[in-house]
C-alpha cells in the first residue's frame, strides 16, 4: 500500500518552454502533498507544500510563478515549471500523506527528471 | 533554522563489514527522524522511522538509534552486502510538516 507515483519520469524541453509533471497517490487519499527538488549529488529540499483545494504555501526562495503547483484532487498534485531555462534542470520527488490513517508519515514517489535544453 | 549534517559523504567498505552511518541536527524539537535509501536515478525508500519519544527502530540487518538531546541519530549497517550500495539519506521532521534532509552519505560495498 501507499504507492506514489509521478509522470513522466523523465522529460526533455527546450528553453522557455513550460513542462506538467504530476504526482498520483494510487491507493490511498492525500490532502497534503509535498514537492522536492534535488540537483546532482545534493540533498532534497522542499519548494512547496500543497494541500487539496487551497493555494500551495512556497518555501522561501521558490517562485510561486514559475512553479505552478496545482492539488485539484485528493489523489493529484501537479508541478508545472513554465518558461523553463537549463537552470531548473533537476530531479523533482514528490511525497503525499495519508489522510486515511490521519499519520504523518510522507511516501515519495520515484522522481521526475527534467532537463532545459 | 534546522540544518541536518551527515558524515561521512561517503564511504567504501569490503563485502561483510558492519558499519556506522552518522547524522546530526541542530534542533532538538523534532518530531521524528527517518532514514531514507536512494539508489541513482530514483526515488526514496523509507527505511526506519523513529519517533522522538523513541530511542531506536531496527528492521532486519538495519538498527536507527535517536538520542534527540544531542542532536544525533546513527544508522548501524550489519554484514554489508553489496545491494546495499546506495545513497543514505536522514531527514528530521520539524512541525509535522516540514521534512528537512541531510546531504547524504554514499555507500559503496565492494565485493
Known amino acids: 500500500g501507499a504507492v506514489v507515483s509521478q509522470h513522466p519520469s523523465r522529460v526533455i524541453c527546450k528553453s522557455g518552454t513550460s513542462v506538467k509533471i504530476e504526482c498520483r497517490s494510487l491507493d490511498f487519499q492525500a490532502t497534503t502533498m509535498f514537492w522536492y527538488r534535488q540537483f546532482p549529488k545534493q540533498s532534497l529540499m522542499l519548494m512547496a507544500t500543497s494541500n487539496e483545494g487551497s493555494k500551495a504555501t512556497y518555501e522561501q526562495g521558490v517562485e510561486k510563478d514559475k512553479f505552478l503547483i496545482n492539488h485539484a484532487s485528493l489523489t493529484l498534485s501537479t508541478l508545472t515549471v513554465t518558461s523553463a531555462h537549463p537552470e531548473d534542470s533537476s530531479f523533482y520527488i514528490c511525497?503525499?500523506?495519508?489522510?486515511?490513517?490521519?499519520?504523518?508519515?510522507?511516501?515519495f514517489g520515484p522522481g521526475t527528471r527534467l532537463t532545459v535544453t | 533554522k534546522q540544518e541536518v549534517t551527515q558524515i561521512p559523504a561517503a564511504l567504501s567498505v569490503p563485502e561483510g563489514e558492519n558499519l556506522v552511518l552518522n547524522c546530526s541536527f541542530t534542533d532538538s524539537a523534532i518530531y521524528n527522524l527517518q532514514w531514507f535509501r536512494q539508489d541513482p536515478g530514483k526515488g526514496l525508500t523509507s527505511l526506519l522511522l523513529i519517533q522522538s519519544s523513541q530511542r531506536e527502530q531496527t528492521s532486519g540487518r538495519l538498527n536507527a538509534s535517536l538520542d534527540k538531546s544531542s542532536g544525533r541519530s546513527t544508522l548501524y549497517i550489519a554484514a554489508s552486502q553489496p545491494g546495499d550500495s546506495a545513497t543514505y539519506l536522514c531527514a528530521v521532521l520539524q512541525g509535522a510538516q516540514k521534512l528537512v534532509f541531510g546531504q547524504g552519505t554514499r555507500l559503496t560495498i565492494n565485493p
Open positions: 511525497s503525499a500523506r495519508d489522510r486515511g490513517t490521519g499519520g504523518i508519515e510522507q511516501y
